[in-house]
Each structure stands twice: as C-alpha cells, then as structure tokens.
C-alpha cells in the first residue's frame, strides 16, 4: 500500500510548496490535512496554537516552525541543547554592563529578511530600540 503525503504550506510559501506537491506527486494546501494522510510535509507553516496529527509521519512540525520562528525562544533552545551561540536577554538593564558591553544587537523575537534590528552603542539607543520594538538583545559579533 503506498503512503499518501500531504504538503502543508503557508500562503507565503505557497510558490515552492505547489512545486513541491507536484515532484512529490502529493496532495496539500494552507489548511492542516483532513483527510487522512500518512505522512505530513509542513512547509512554512505557520499556527498559533499546538498542532495535534495522530498516526502520522510530520516533517518539520508546524510546533517546531513556531519555535524557530520566535528567535528569543530558538536561541534559549539552541544554548540549552549545548550550541555555541552569542550571549542574549530580554533583561534591557544589562545592555552596556560588562556582560554585554557596547554594541549590541536589539531585535523583535519574530523577525526574518533583515528586518527588526537595532545596532545600539549607547544606552539612549537601546531605550530608543525598546520604544520602537525591540523585544531582546545579543552580543554583537564583528
């Protein structure tokens, strides 16, 4: 019996994620699969809440695409799994101590393409950065 596969993708990724049902000869959409699939390619997919699928083979669940996406959270995964990362916190009061000396990096935990950054050398810089969005800091690396 062969195994059906559903490609579930997010409107953002909905380009490579056709492309991918159609080598793959799978079924899929932005919607989680109804009917019942055996194996689950997530593909960007994007939730909010946990997601549930019994019985089923998940390639890069939808909860671990939720982890990664809020880097804060995938940073404190990767420094507990042992993974050399550049020093962060969400404690804004340590910016500019000599733990996390000048510059540093200010971002919003949801970011990707460049985008929610603050390069800050000063303290004004960082309460502006906060002000404006910034949710955590990391250690600049030249």
Request: charged share 20%; net charge positive; proline share 4%.
């Amino acid at each position: 019996m062969a195994q059906s596969t559903y490609i579930w993708y997010s409107p953002a990724t909905d380009v490579t994620g056709k492309k991918l049902m159609e080598a793959l000869d799978a079924s899929g959409g932005t919607t989680k699969p109804t009917a019942n699939k055996d194996v689950v390619i997530c593909w960007g997919t994007k939730t909010e809440a946990d997601v549930v699928m019994a019985n089923k083979k998940i390639f890069n669940h939808p909860n671990d695409i939720r982890n990664n996406r809020n880097k804060l959270k995938a940073l404190d995964l990767l420094k507990n799994g042992a993974v050399n990362v550049a020093n962060f916190s969400d404690n804004f009061k340590l910016a500019g101590t000599k733990d996390f000396p000048f510059p540093i990096i200010a971002r919003t935990k949801f970011h990707q393409g460049g985008a929610g950054f603050w390069l800050c050398l000063t303290a004004a810089q960082v309460a502006q950065a906060v002000k404006d969005g910034a949710q955590y800091f990391q250690t600049f690396i030249d």
